[in-house]
């Protein structure tokens, strides 16, 4: 069977173009013959690498021009990725997938992404993210940039090809193959300040001839350190704004300290204590041991606070959690592909590929802290969590009164608190292919396993801290206890065991060409397991939560593809998948077209329907328990800042804890994804590529969200836990108790299928060539994203509110969406000249906007600043809390994040024999990112910018001949 076509020469200048920016070539013949390969997408081999779907291309040469010293990194310069993503540079937020980076295309979350290694899934990593669209997590560390050759990036529905998860697209990383010779290269990076700084050396060696010798063999490596880089060190972002606004980077950071406050209890028995000026009397904090550089005085101005603080003219003890804040956590990653071709004849051939990934990252912690004045949860795996507050009775030898019992806050100082998170990933795959007759076939064995090795420290060990309590022990005595603390090892993993197997052939020919046909399947085993310390499964640990799984299930598929060239100009081709799940099956179609009008304008058109099966962690036996920090009770505290009678202000702002159940009952969400685009090529050395989007997934998984269980009490009886002494309920306008309004504890929730969303939008990508004689080529790329709409309807019969440009969750008070911006864009050139090679570009986001314009089916007629200063006598609707940021206002004055503008510059220089030296400059005008009220800690968006400011990238390789 012959392997080759011929192709219109307007269709190989678009591969070309896609193919790579430093397209330099001279045009080829029309009828010059392509070889045809396997896009991602498919599984038919094809000569124009431009089908019925829109497939990106990302070479090493384009890679190595964006400075990119990760995956994730190199994939957030790609238009078409937005945000949901999770990302390991720090801890701060106390992420449930700490260590690990994710892609998230079209914003619709990192479960919604397919990621591919050489046409293969890779396992997901072991991690139970109770997060909307982060159920599945696929880290991208795993892949060093590199090992890649080129990405394929399928911006299309492709589950009918690929099954789960392939929602919003597929990322193929290609490996490289058939290598011979050797070559190793080093970088180092870091910005103008000596902060961010990463070092790598990579390498590659090969031998054998695959076609002379009947093999090939080769190994590649890759080292890679990075360095830790406190907050405070970071200058590349708004340091004033963070700290007037976010009382971060000033002098105060926390009054909890190896100093202890006492807060007396208000009401015997009732365990109600207050930290506002209102009680004053009845808050008292010692000073003595503290740093005299730390004591000082609390001011409204100076120090953020507002005039109902308990601070406010109070000396006390700070302690400087700023210290402990990082904007990157040291890491250190190692990463080894080798693989083995050997051809046993013919028409048959072997491969074989062994792959080990190990990636530490290494993060700061702040001493634990105890602050009773709210009680916290003690999880354990056997049995009910446990509200735990430790009260001080009249009589202990800290206790200050005499008469009456205290709350108590104080911090372990001296003590490690920090963590490590350590990822282990495991790749075997071995198979056989070749060709039988008219059939081109391949069969694989893969068994992919990550590991996960989570080391915690410093946290609170309760049979130590009660003794507080039961043996009048003095919270001096306990900081200085080492007992007092421990430090914890949770183990977890997760694999893939997979047979798989594939054959394509053609059926005959139409009038275009050959009707290609491919069918294959594959059975699949997915395991998850995660096990907790056993003291923290004991119940023996204050303040931390389990994640305890143990799932596994098979799954069984197979699909059929058909390509059918009616006409020269002509094309269809139609895809389906039947996967079945232990709980679930389900039947996906897909078809599309491409007609060519001309050697000019070619369009095409997909339509397709996809799934997304549960995650394991969603309905496998465990659970996942949670805090849900500065969580706001809107029936004690319905305007997030003002408590009711019998309320206070601890209901504004606290720390809950949840028990998220999985459902074995869970069905699959569904999508329907439509595409329609034109190729455009109005001069040989122009190409336009325009394609518009539509996208939407119905009967969504999701955990209960929080918020809405406690607003709707009516809705979910009982899974609200709250207090029922008397003393402590709600009072009406006669001063009498209301029952069912004592303060929160714990909140219930499990996962359901919810709701729906739908974006659409538009792709832009254009390529130019230009001809300067001996002075060069220059090559011209744009790849720009406009995002046309985004609605979510959070539960079904709701509104859908299109929230592009804005923060979802706050446009739409009712949704869980994240930030939407509606341009994205890179605008690139690179000019070559014999042993030279310089790229400019520039990337741009456009701005967030954080007002709040609908909850819901209420339509507010004058939208509000979440952050900003309310209207005079404004009553928050039922369910909303306002950022209360009173400062906010001094800064911004658009109720929004801004847009962010960078540029960058890279040079290749190739003189040098077998060498070839590399320079990248990042952020070349050291543009600050955007201030962002919302992150409190950076100062700035993670998901869409960065506080590295100008940052420098020096490589060198040499290739050994």
């Known amino acids: 069977m012959s392997n080759r076509i011929v192709v219109k020469r307007s269709v190989a200048a678009v591969a070309m173009a896609l ?52 995956v994730a990194e190199l994939l957030h310069s790609i238009p ?30 990192s479960s919604s992404t397919l990621v591919l ?51 919003a697209g597929v990322i193929n990383f290609i490996t490289k193959t058939d290598y011979q010779g050797a070559t190793i290269s080093a970088s180092t990076s870091a910005n103008d300040n000596g902060q961010f700084n990463r070092n790598n050396v990579n390498g590659v060696v090969g031998f054998g001839d695959l076609d002379k010798d009947r093999y090939n063999a080769f ?57 506002n000026s209102a009680y004053n009397a009845d808050i008292i904090n010692r000073t003595a041991g503290c740093d005299p550089s730390q004591l000082i005085t609390g001011d ?167 003794r507080i309590v039961t043996e009048n022990r003095t919270i001096a005595a306990t900081i ?16 893939v065991n997979q047979i798989d197997a594939k054959g394509s052939t053609t059926l005959g020919t139409l009038a275009g060409g050959d009707i290609g046909l491919a069918v294959g399947g594959e059975i699949r085993q997915e395991k ?30 197979g699909f059929v593809e058909l390509r059918t060239p009616f006409t020269k100009d002509f094309e269809m081709d139609f895809a389906g998948r039947y996967d079945k799940y232990p709980t679930a099956k389900s039947f996906v179609p897909k078809v599309g077209a491409k007609w060519t009008v001309s050697d000019q304008i070619t369009f095409r058109s997909t339509f397709a329907k996809g799934f997304r099966a549960p995650a394991l962690t969603q309905v496998s036996p465990g ?124 909140i219930n929730r499990t996962y359901v299928n919810q709701g729906s969303t739908e974006t659409s939008g538009l792709d832009f990508e254009v390529a130019h060539r230009l001809s300067l004689g001996e002075n060069g080529r220059l090559t011209t790329r744009l790849n720009y994203s406009y995002t046309l709409s985004f609605k979510r309807a959070e539960r079904p019969g709701e509104t859908e509110a299109n929230v592009v440009g804005y923060n979802g969750g706050l446009s739409d008070w009712a949704t869980s969406v994240g930030d939407i911006p509606r341009h994205r864009g890179t605008l690139s050139t690179t000019w070559t000249r014999d042993v030279h090679s310089v790229t400019g570009s520039v990337d741009y986001v456009s701005p967030i906007s954080l007002m709040l314009r609908s909850n819901n089916n209420v339509t507010y007629p004058v939208p509000m600043c979440y952050y900003g200063t309310l209207p005079a006598g404004f009553v928050a609707p039922k369910g909303v809390s306002f950022g209360g940021l009173p400062k906010y206002n001094n800064w911004v004055d658009n109720c929004s994040v801004a847009e962010w503008v960078t540029f960058n510059v890279a040079y290749t220089y190739t003189g040098f024999k077998n060498w070839t030296l590399s320079a990248n400059v990042k952020n070349l005008f050291d543009t600050p990112a955007p201030y962002d009220p919302r992150n409190a800690t950076e100062g700035f968006n993670t998901q869409l910018h960065n506080g590295m400011g100008r940052y420098f990238r020096l490589t060198a390789s040499y290739q050994f001949k």
Request: net charge neutral; proline share 5%; aromatic share 8%.
């Open 528 to 557: 998850i397991g995660l096990t907790s310390d056993p003291e923290l499964a004991a119940g023996n640990i204050i303040g931390l939560s389990n994640s305890v799984m143990d799932g596994r299930r098979i799954v069984k598929s």
């Open 80 to 109: 078409a990725f937005g945000t949901g993503t999770s990302n390991d540079i720090s801890d701060n937020s106390g992420s449930f997938s700490k260590g690990a980076s994710t892609a998230s295309m079209r914003n619709l979350g």
């Open 219 to 275: 190994i590649s490596f890759d080292l890679g350190t990075r360095g830790r880089t406190g907050i405070k060190d970071v200058n590349d972002i708004n340091k004033a704004a963070l700290a007037d606004v976010n009382n971060r980077l000033n002098q105060y950071s926390s009054y909890v300290s190896g100093s202890p406050f006492f807060f007396r209890e208000r009401t015997p028995g009732a365990k109600n204590f207050s930290t």
């Open 117 to 167: 290694l050489n046409g293969r899934r890779i396992a997901a990593s072991a991690y139970a993210d109770p997060n909307n669209g982060k159920s599945t997590t696929y880290d991208l560390n795993n892949i060093p940039v590199s090992a890649i050759e080129r990405v394929e990036v399928f911006k299309d529905g492709a589950s009918a090809v690929y099954g789960s998860d392939a929602i």
């Open 623 to 746: 659970g996942v328990q949670t805090f849900n920090n500065g969580f706001v009770d809107t029936v004690r505290c319905p305007d997030g800042t003002n408590p009711l009678p019998g309320a206070d202000k601890t209901d504004c702002s606290k720390s809950i804890s949840s028990v998220s159940t999985p459902n074995p009952e869970l069905k699959n969400e569904t999508s329907k994804s439509f595409s329609f685009g034109a190729i455009l090529n109005p001069t040989k050395n122009l190409d336009v590529l325009v394609d518009y989007y539509k996208i939407r997934k119905e009967n969504e998984t999701a955990l209960l969200s929080a918020s809405y269980v406690v607003a709707h009490p009516e809705l979910f009886p009982g899974l609200a836990i709250r207090d029922t002494n008397p003393a402590n309920l709600l009072l009406d306008a006669n001063g009498k108790p209301i029952p069912g309004t004592g303060p929160l504890s714990a």
């Open 300 to 466: 409204i101005a100076k120090h953020n606070l507002t005039a109902s603080s308990m601070l406010v003219g109070r000396q006390f003890c700070n302690f400087d959690l700023n210290d402990y804040y990082e904007a990157q956590g040291k890491g250190n990653d190692a990463n080894v592909l080798s693989k083995l071709t050997v051809k046993l004849g013919e028409n048959l051939t072997s491969f074989t590929e062994l792959g080990f990934t190990r990636n530490e990252r290494n993060y700061t912690g702040a001493p634990r802290s105890l602050n009773s004045v709210s009680p916290t949860t003690v999880f354990r795996i056997n049995g009910l969590p446990t509200s735990y507050q430790l009260i001080l009775p009249a009589g202990h030898p800290d206790n200050p009164w005499s008469n009456s019992n205290s709350a108590v806050a104080f911090r372990m100082v001296g003590t490690n608190s920090n963590s490590t998170n350590v990822n282990t990933t495991y790749r075997f795959l071995t198979g056989l292919k070749g060709t039988a007759g008219n059939w081109d076939w391949e069969t694989g064995l893969l068994v992919n396993r990550t590991e996960r090795d989570e080391k915690l420290g410093g946290f609170l060990y309760r049979p130590v801290i009660d």
């Open 480 to 495: 200085a206890d080492p007992n007092a603390v421990r430090n914890l090892a949770n183990k977890n993993y997760s694999q």
């Open 19 to 70: 193919a790579s920016v430093s397209v330099v070539h001279a045009q080829q013949a029309d009828q010059a013959p392509v070889q045809k390969v396997y896009v991602t997408g498919s599984n038919i081999k094809r000569a124009d690498k431009e089908g019925t779907s829109p497939v990106t291309t990302m070479t090493a040469k384009e890679i190595a021009a964006t400075g990119a010293n990760t």
